[in-house]
């Protein structure tokens, strides 16, 4: 297992137990990023009546892509490395026992937020640059967006050490 390269401070404190780390990061750079063209969207519907029907329809998948990713919550049990978006539709779980190291990355600017491949393997993040880069024994990569890389570095560490 690698050290991390830097040690960004740490913003808050995730509930933390023997048994499991969780983290919840909200998606502050998404509200933005879907805000401002979700109240374009509205303002237009209600001014403009000839297009109000089809703004009203883009506005309304503004609003459930904002809600399908308004968080990024990851947990490390002992067992599991697992991750969801939001109320948890979408989601996704990696065993333990499937990682082969991680260590603390920054993701480049132009990576952006989302789920999305990336020369790094895919990422999975809703706001910031710092992020847990993940190998697993087969190879594949993944990066996990954290508000908290140290404390989910940590955890992950502790299982496989």
Not at 20 to 34: G, K, W
Not at 94 to 109: F, G, H, N, Q
Request: glycine share 6%.
């Amino acid at each position: 297992m690698s050290k991390p390269s830097r040690r960004p401070q740490r913003q808050n404190r995730p509930k933390h137990n023997l048994q499991t780390y969780s983290n919840r990061q909200p998606a502050r750079t998404l509200a933005v990023m879907v805000g401002i063209p979700l109240l374009i969207c509205l303002l237009a519907a209600i001014s403009r009546k000839e297009y109000g029907f089809s703004l009203w329809i883009i506005s309304s998948i503004f609003l459930i892509a904002f809600m399908l990713f308004s968080s990024l919550t990851i947990r490390v049990s002992n067992d599991e490395l697992h991750w969801h978006f939001g109320p948890g539709l979408i989601r996704k779980a990696v065993p333990i026992a499937d990682v082969a190291r991680a260590e603390i990355v920054r993701t480049r600017l132009w990576d952006g937020v989302g789920i999305h491949y990336t020369k790094r393997g895919w990422l999975y993040n809703v706001s910031g640059r710092d992020a847990v880069a993940i190998t697993l024994k087969d190879g594949k990569q993944f990066m996990l967006g954290s508000n908290d890389p140290i404390g989910l570095w940590e955890a992950i560490e502790q299982r496989l050490s």
